[in-house]
């Protein structure tokens, strides 16, 4: 279970921007869905509301693909759609509380092998004790 943690810890700082690449992907198909499929427009229209964001790059991926822009991209203030896309402020949102998660499961990783060393000793103790 430890090596599968820190392989999996490995494999994510490797991998970092296949991930990030994918998930622009994802993002970009799920904005091309936004007005046919309401679980998408509903998950984006809460996205864009609390990042402040549109779209996957900017309000032009929905206008690209011939939709109108929603009123979540919209800033209530100024009635403009917000320059930035959702994407970029996701992966800043998480890379930002990723060095607290990586922090988190490293602490988590060395109490799980201060575990093993101590049940090792306990064992050992108790078998050492009955052949006394």
């Known amino acids: ?3 599968a943690e820190i392989g999996v810890g490995i ?10 690449t994918s998930f622009v992907s994802v993002v970009r198909n799920s904005v091309s869905e936004y007005s046919k499929n309401p679980d998408i427009q509903n998950l984006f229209d809460k996205i864009q509301t609390e990042f402040k964001c549109c779209g996957s790059e900017s309000s032009i991926d929905y206008t690209s693909t011939g939709q109108s822009v929603p009123s979540s ?10 320059q930035e896309g959702c994407s970029n402020k996701i992966i800043a949102f998480f890379e930002k509380y990723l060095i607290a998660v990586v922090v988190a499961a490293f602490a988590f990783a060395i109490l799980q092998i201060l575990s093993i060393v ?8 108790i078998k050492s004790g009955d052949t006394e």
């Not at 494999?11 to 990030?20: H, P, T």
């Not at 991209?73 to 917000?82: I, K, V």
Request: with cysteine; glycine share 4%; charged share 25%.
């Open 1 to 3: 279970m430890v090596a």
């Open 11 to 20: 494999a994510a700082a490797v991998l970092k921007e296949d991930v990030k």
């Open 73 to 82: 991209c919209t800033d209530s203030d100024t009635g403009l759609a917000y």
């Open 118 to 125: 101590f049940t090792v000793c306990i064992i050992r103790a």
